[in-house]
């Protein structure tokens, strides 16, 4: 078995997205939520950093 076979059976057995999961990912509101939140945590954390 060569590593382009291994990795698409990888692939294969991975879990899929729920549709629950799908919808959110799509929406826009959401996406803007997890932009701040992450964005924020990266601040906290160079805030922590820079005494």
Do not use: C
Not at 23 to 32: C, F, G, M, S
């Amino acid at each position: 078995m060569d590593a382009t076979t291994a990795t698409g059976e990888s692939i294969a057995s991975a879990p899929l997205p729920t549709p629950a999961t799908l919808k959110r990912r799509q929406n826009l509101v959401y996406q803007a939520y997890r932009f701040l939140a992450i964005n924020l945590k990266m601040i906290r954390v160079i805030a922590r950093g820079h005494h």
